[in-house]
């Protein structure tokens, strides 16, 4: 028959130590109580009360196990104060090792746990391509249906015409001002402005692939003509009177390319200018101008076409990209620029008003001296030679890029100046 335990009465099996209820410490049977070393050294066969071996005041050593109810609490010895040295630790002998209940002892073997499966992404792709679907369908209904919905309103709306009502009686509108005469005042402005009018080409002479306009200008003696042109041929005359003549002539092409040659005009107090666009293909297009001998200034620009000045007194200005210059019995300030092409020049007469200057970058310059004339002569090349008759009495320097020439005609004056970039000069009288 088992023993109980002395406090709680539970059930005590074989080698028990302790208490499995309450943790009272017990003495299995058949062992030997634990043996202490007493205060001489020799062993007691009774084990004295415990001095204290735990830092919680109780009975000792902490019971292992479960505890079901809470330990009694006991009042701590009175504190005595030590007479000696005395031992606080009893040894206790270990016990046989006991086999463990079958309660604590392990029922089933441990296995692993099953191997997580990886089908759980495939099924969350399969239900988002089942809700795409499902989404692009919904929409493509949806938009069928509203597409049907508009068109039924459309077609209720045209069978429905709402009538229009009219007054019975609607006011006149008033009738818009008489404008006949604006135009020619609004041309009178434009032209008083100095603003660019297209040229009347009225009472023009159509002859064959030949279409000419002649027109006249008055002009003061103060007064300046200028010409541009982008291709065209210019021919100044001076001559007596206070007006200029302009005489234009087309050549070749249909008579419609010939008028859309058209020529624009601006005339102001300070003068009269003409502006040539670009004639059309196979088109060619010419001026021939008088103007008075004395006038004030000529002013000449075109891109390509020759130009030709006679007979005049008052000042030039000539700018040529491409075409040849000519320059006979001009006898005031001059300055003229050839870019490609040749330049002539003829002095009529010893007498001049003015000096005068004349350029070519690519071309070649003649010159010819009236007898009698007095001037300083300036003649230079970058590359090409110069060549001035012996009559002249002017001697030719060479120098380490092109040829040079400086001297004086008869008393000197008014300055010749010619200057070639690549070309040849050549002075003679």
Same mark, same amino acid.
């Given at each position: ?6 406090? @709680? ?5 074989? *080698?028990?130590?302790? @208490? ?31 001095? *204290? +071996?735990?830092?919680?005041?109780? +009975? ?27 031992? +606080? ?17 392990? +029922? ?8 997580? $499966? =990886? ?12 809700? /795409? ?56 402005? !434009? ?30 003696? #103060?007064? &300046? ?22 005489? !234009? &002539? ?7 390319? $010939? ?45 390509? *076409?020759?130009?030709? !000045?006679?007979?005049? #007194? ?34 009529? *007469? ?12 690519? =071309?070649?310059?003649?010159?010819? %001296? ?28 060479? $120098? ?8 004086? %005609?008869? #008393?000197?004056?008014?300055? /010749?100046?010619?200057?070639? &970039? ?8």
């Amino acid at each position: 028959m088992n023993k109980r335990c002395e406090s @709680c009465g539970a059930e005590l099996f074989e *080698g028990q130590q302790f @208490c499995r209820v309450c943790g009272a410490a017990v003495v299995a049977q058949g062992e030997a109580t634990t043996q202490l070393l007493g205060d001489n050294g020799r062993t007691q066969s009774q084990a004295p009360e415990a001095s *204290g +071996t735990s830092p919680v005041w109780g +009975t000792g050593t902490e019971p292992v196990g479960s505890r079901q109810s809470p330990p009694v609490y006991k009042e701590p010895p009175a504190y005595q104060e030590p007479t000696g040295y005395q031992k +606080t630790a009893a040894f206790q002998q270990p016990t046989a090792y006991q086999t463990p209940l079958a309660s604590m002892q392990q +029922t089933s073997p441990l296995t692993a746990p099953p191997p997580r $499966r =990886g089908g759980r992404g495939l099924w969350f792709f399969a239900l988002l391509l089942v809700f /795409l679907l499902g989404a692009g369908v919904a929409g493509v209904g949806g938009f069928v249906w509203w597409k049907a919905h508009q068109q039924a309103q459309v077609a209720d709306a045209r069978k429905v015409r709402p009538e229009v009502v009219r007054p019975a009686d609607i006011p006149e509108p008033p009738q818009p001002p008489d404008l006949s005469g604006l135009g020619e005042q609004i041309r009178r402005a !434009i032209e008083a402005a100095g603003v660019g009018m297209p040229l009347d080409e009225s009472g023009a002479v159509v002859s064959g692939n030949t279409t000419t306009i002649t027109k006249t200008y008055p002009l003061d003696g #103060d007064a &300046t003509f200028a010409l541009h042109a982008t291709n065209a041929s210019v021919t100044i005359t001076g001559s007596d009177g206070d007006e200029a003549e302009v005489k !234009i &002539t087309k050549r070749g092409g249909s008579a419609e390319q $010939r008028s859309n040659a058209r020529t624009m005009l601006a005339q102001t107090d300070e003068g009269l200018t003409l502006l040539a666009a670009g004639s059309p293909g196979g088109v060619d297009v010419s001026y021939e101008v008088r103007v008075p001998r004395g006038l004030h200034a000529v002013e000449i620009d075109t891109d390509k *076409g020759d130009v030709k !000045i006679s007979g005049f #007194d008052g000042a030039v200005v000539s700018n040529v990209k491409k075409g040849n210059a000519e320059f006979r019995g001009v006898t005031g300030d001059v300055k003229s620029n050839v870019i490609k092409g040749e330049t002539r020049v003829v002095f009529e *007469g010893a007498e001049r008003e003015g000096s005068q200057e004349f350029s070519v970058v690519k =071309g070649n310059i003649e010159a010819t %001296l009236a007898e009698g004339t007095d001037a300083e002569v300036r003649a230079e090349t970058v590359t090409g030679d110069i060549d001035a008759d012996d009559s002249l009495g002017l001697s030719v320097e060479k $120098r380490p890029a092109g040829r040079s020439l400086s001297g004086k %005609l008869g #008393d000197g004056g008014q300055t /010749l100046r010619f200057k070639v &970039t690549s070309g040849d000069i050549k002075l003679k009288q």
